[in-house]
């Protein structure tokens, strides 16, 4: 059922977004006359190697004026719906990341293994609910992977959008008032 919610979400997405996409598309080749698309390698489901897409926002390691937008906003991630439609990753799940992402974690251990049960995600809890350090960051995801239901990826995707919305920071204010957030 999650792989339909996928394909479903993915291709209206598409849809929505198809404007802004031409719009990023051809702004990238009139201003920057780079690749439109950045690829990458990260690790995937049972860790499985994938190409990541995104839209391009780097010369020379230094965000574009639209790069820096396109990161502000998270449409620079737009791209991924192709690898949600490839079957690479989910809409949610924890976070992809590369192999030297996981040496640096040391999440390269049995402990550690259960993240790469599911497919990563475009969005997780770990974005949702704050996942800068290694131990939160391991914490949200390995929570997502024990309550993975589509219910939690409807409030999951909501959450992301009132964030894109609104801010990271006002978003979770909102689901805890008491914590001092910065």
Known sequence: ????FDIIFSLIAF???LLPVLMIVLAI???YNHPIIFYQERVGENKKPFRILKFQTLIDDKATKLGGLLR?????????????LKGDMSIVGPRAITN???QRLKWNDDYHSVRWDIKPGITGFAQIFGGQHR????????KYVQLNSLLIDFLVILLSFLMNVF???????????EKKLN
Request: aromatic share 18%; no cysteine.
């Open 15 to 17: 849809m929505v977004f």
């Open 100 to 102: 030297f992402d996981i």
């Open 1 to 4: 059922m999650k792989r339909v």
């Open 29 to 31: 080749k009139l201003f």
């Open 72 to 84: 502000k906003t998270g449409l620079d991630e737009i791209a991924q719906f192709i690898n949600v």
């Open 135 to 142: 131990k939160t960051s391991w914490f949200w995801d390995k």
């Open 167 to 177: 801010g990271k920071t006002k978003v979770r204010r909102m689901i805890w008032p």
